[in-house]
């Protein structure tokens, strides 16, 4: 890619398409192109360039110096250079599941990648009731390539010493260890918890010492447990869908840390879509149709995730300890616990936090939306502190309908 521009700055629409016709080999010279801003994160801006005529397109992504929900937070623009290393390693290590990345410009801190307009943002599918039978198949191989191949139990160690130089992230980090694992266990002023909750909060989670003393074991460990290289931040805002595919975009967050914490992401963000669905579906049939394929989505993520990782490690682990009979299981069953631990985390943070998700907050009936929200805690709250327990997919769906229904005594 040729440079752009000698200092960053932060591009407009006009800017980015600039770039894109000046800057990129993609399109023929006078291609009459547009451009638009479509970004929706809480991060950074995305413009879309397409030609008109023949529907070309391409997607740019800039990092700008502040988080765009809130400049409180600051936040350096090489997460842009973190996210497109990740996007080349993850698509080297996971073909046809994250988008290919066409370009890198280390002044303006923007990746140029390819548009996935025919797929749709997964939360928003979910939140109007569709069904991916491809998904959790997808996930699981997702997670299972990118985070045991980048693991010591299969890298050589000094080059996974190595990798792990490119991926030091401490800004993302930082908003993670605030966001995920300290302020929405107390009473943070940063906090956005919905007037009717707020003396459950109080009771079920500020009050609660033995979670908080749980969260304070589970944030060192999400600092101090470089075992792969995470995503970060995987949440359905984070996955493309189509009926027969699924691209995994945005690993800004990514880092060598604990590899359940993205597995526990997307079971979080299953449970989020659950929630709205019990929320949202008037018709009694409808609903327990399509919360029974949540539930079931999330069994079998977790079991597909369980068997492809046994079958991969078959093949590719070759350190001679790792061998020892009976590591594979502990090493697996502590993956398995950990993501229910951080599926708990993102639970409650998410209800009670300063980043909150469409599936909860556009519940437009009070009622409802405290049901969901307490439902949602609640499970948050029994994945961190029961987390030990769970091991195979039906331990997580059965919890989702045990708290729906009541039975998980709160
Ligand atoms: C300040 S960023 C807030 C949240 O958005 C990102 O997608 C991450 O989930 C982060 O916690
Ligand atoms: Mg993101």
């Known amino acids: 890619m040729k440079a752009f521009a000698q200092t960053y700055f932060t591009m407009k629409e006009r800017d980015a398409l600039e770039f894109a016709a000046t800057r990129l080999d993609y399109f023929d010279s006078g291609a009459k192109l547009d451009c638009s801003e479509i970004g929706d994160g809480n991060l950074n801006y995305v413009f879309r360039v397409r030609e008109e005529t023949t529907g070309k397109s391409l997607i740019i992504k800039q990092a700008g110096p502040v988080a765009r929900i809130s400049d409180e937070f600051v ?51 979910l939140m109007e009731y569709r069904k991916f039978p491809r998904f959790a198949d997808d996930i699981a191989t ?4 990118t985070l045991l191949l980048t693991s010591d139990v299969v890298l050589n160690h000094k080059e996974k ?19 995920v694992y300290t302020e929405p266990f107390y009473d943070c002023p940063r906090n956005l918890v919905f007037p009717p909750v707020q003396s459950f909060v109080r009771e079920q989670i500020w009050g609660d010492n033995r979670l908080q003393l749980e969260t304070a074991k589970l944030k060192f460990e999400f600092m101090n447990h470089s075992q792969s290289l995470l995503h970060g931040d995987l949440h359905t805002g984070s996955i493309f869908v189509k009926e027969d595919s699924t691209k995994v ?7 060598f840390g604990p590899a359940g914490y ?23 049939a409808r609903k ?45 069953d502590s993956i398995v616990q950990a993501a229910a631990a951080a599926a708990g985390c993102e639970l409650c943070r998410r209800i009670i936090g ?10 437009t009936d009070t009622d409802q939306r405290v049901r969901a929200e307490k439902t949602c805690l609640a499970a948050g709250k029994t994945f961190i502190l029961e987390r030990a327990r769970f091991r195979s997919g039906s331990d997580f769906a059965g919890l989702i309908r045990l708290v729906r229904t009541g039975g998980a005594g709160f």
Not at 161 to 179: A, G, R
Not at 290 to 303: H, N
Request: net charge negative; glycine share 4%.
């Open 75 to 125: 936040v350096s623009t090489d997460r842009n250079r973190i996210e497109t290393e990740a996007l080349r390693l993850q698509h080297k290590l996971a073909p046809g599941l994250v988008p290919e990345v066409y370009g890198y410009d280390p002044v303006l801190n923007c990746c140029v990648m390819e548009d996935l307009s025919e797929y749709r943002i997964m939360r928003s599918a």
């Open 142 to 145: 997702f997670l299972v390539r």
């Open 161 to 179: 010493k190595e990798l792990q130089k490119k991926f030091v992230n401490p800004d993302l980090c930082e908003i993670t260890e605030d966001l």
């Open 249 to 255: 975009i945005d690993p800004e967050f990514a880092f």
């Open 262 to 284: 993205d597995l526990g992401n997307v079971v979080a963000h299953l449970c989020f879509a659950h929630a709205h669905a019990e929320a949202t579906i008037k018709d009694a």
């Open 288 to 332: 327990a149709d399509y919360t029974s394929w949540l539930e079931q989505t999330i069994g079998d993520v977790v079991d597909l995730f369980s068997m492809k990782f046994r079958d991969a490690w078959a093949v590719h682990v070759k350190e001679p300890v790792a061998l020892y009979n009976g590591f594979a299981e502990h090493y697996l």
């Open 354 to 363: 300063l980043a909150q998700v469409k599936d909860i907050t556009s519940i």
